[in-house]
């Protein structure tokens, strides 16, 4: 998957899952991936692109089923929590807000194989 992303924090991280969901609307979790930004390279508010691959799987969406995407700023507690002040043992807590561009000039975009 390709993102293109602002965040409001350079010390964040980013969860992404991918989902079925049957015609009930109940929603089945498929695969999914965290990534963490951290430090000097991070600048607040600025787009950057980002790619995440999903952990492989194998899964068939059957006929009727939507495939949902979560995009999130964590993923807690499958996932160590991460402070958003670059300390890791850290008690302050700093929030972030990611901020998803899909546009021509950013085309964030997933892209599923398809058996023939």
Same mark, same amino acid.
């Given at each position: ?35 963490? &930004? ?5 600048? =607040? *508010? ?6 995440? !691959? #999903?952990? +492989?799987?194998? /899964? ?15 993923? &807690? ?5 991460? =402070? *958003? ?6 008690? !302050? #807590?700093? +929030?972030?807000? /990611? ?18």
């Amino acid at each position: 998957m390709e993102l293109h992303l602002a965040s409001d924090n350079a010390h964040a991280d980013l969860f992404a899952r991918l989902c079925d969901v049957d015609p009930a609307g109940r929603s089945s979790n498929v695969t999914d991936r965290i990534i963490r &930004f951290a430090g000097p390279d991070a600048t =607040p *508010g600025d787009v950057r692109r980002v790619e995440i !691959t #999903l952990d +492989p799987t194998a /899964h068939r969406f059957d006929a009727g089923h939507r495939i949902r995407l979560q995009i999130s700023g964590g993923a &807690f507690p499958r996932f160590a929590r991460n =402070p *958003g002040t670059g300390d890791a043992a850290g008690t !302050t #807590l700093n +929030p972030v807000t /990611h901020t998803v561009h899909h546009n021509a000039a950013h085309p964030s975009n997933i892209a599923l194989p398809v058996p023939r």
